[in-house]
């Protein structure tokens, strides 16, 4: 084997990014934070950082998503925890000129969980907040002939690919539970999809489909009226991950 020359080859850094999605007031929110070094400093991005020389990339996303949510990554081989995410990688961004200081490569992780407390900036970030997905990826003007300002590097292109990554995935799949506590109700897993999606579903036929689809919804045997109204039942998630028939999206 010929001797390997590493000078030979021009140095890049990698990095994770995170597209953290949570349902705040049903809506669909996205954690960002305000930069508070250059470049782009004072302006809103997705949380991530760089890999470590000792770590993988899904230890990387699992650090930071602990440092910027306090929540751990949740293995759906083990038991789920109280403050366990749903995480995975989402696809990775590589264009030249994405990062003025140097070639930098992303790979975004996508990551899920119930409603977030408010968050905690850390890194160089020096202020963090949940924001409605719609506002940042369609920024409308803040005053009349000023624009409001968009988000930081390329991450306005990697949110909207995590959003349509959850968008789609709910169609087939059991992730929108999720988004859901450990026991939820069939309304509540109903405003995950409407806050998801953005539309208005039938109650009754929603109920029909997701109590229908066998593995989806187990019965928890217990019944709350933290929505109003009268005792709604109870359910989590069960042993299904794959919906069939799946949850089509309305067309809007």
Not at 172 to 186: D, G, K
Not at 203 to 220: A, D, E, I, Y
Request: include cysteine; hydrophobic fraction near 40%.
């Amino acid at each position: 084997m010929p001797p390997y020359d590493p000078s030979t080859f021009p140095p890049f850094a990698v990095t994770v990014d995170l597209v953290v999605l949570t349902v705040r007031r049903h809506a669909l929110c996205a954690l960002v934070v305000r930069r508070g070094e250059t470049p782009f400093q004072g302006r809103w991005a997705l949380p991530g950082g760089f890999v470590r020389m000792d770590e993988d990339l899904g230890s990387a996303a699992a650090r930071e998503l602990v440092e910027e949510t306090g929540l751990c990554a949740h293995d759906p081989a083990k038991p789920a925890v109280g403050n366990g995410a749903h995480l995975e990688q989402l696809a990775t961004y590589g264009d030249p000129a994405r990062d003025p200081r140097m070639r930098v490569v992303s790979v975004a992780h996508l990551a899920l969980a119930p409603d977030l407390p408010a968050p905690r900036a850390g890194g160089d970030a020096n202020s963090a907040r949940w924001a409605p997905v719609e506002d940042l990826l369609h920024p409308g003007t803040r005053r009349e002939g000023e624009q409001a300002v968009p988000l930081a590097f390329d991450h306005a292109r990697i949110l909207a690919d995590g959003v349509e990554r959850a968008r789609s995935k709910i169609e087939y799949s059991s992730l929108a539970t999720a988004f859901c506590p450990p026991e939820f109700t069939v309304g509540e897993l109903r405003r995950v999809y409407e806050a998801v999606w953005g539309v208005v579903l039938d109650p009754r036929n929603f109920h029909r489909k997701v109590t229908g689809t066998p593995g989806f919804l187990v019965p928890s045997g217990g019944t709350t009226t933290r929505q109003g109204g009268r005792p709604a039942q109870l359910f989590r998630a069960g042993a299904a991950t794959v919906l069939n028939p799946p949850m089509l999206r309305p067309e809007v």
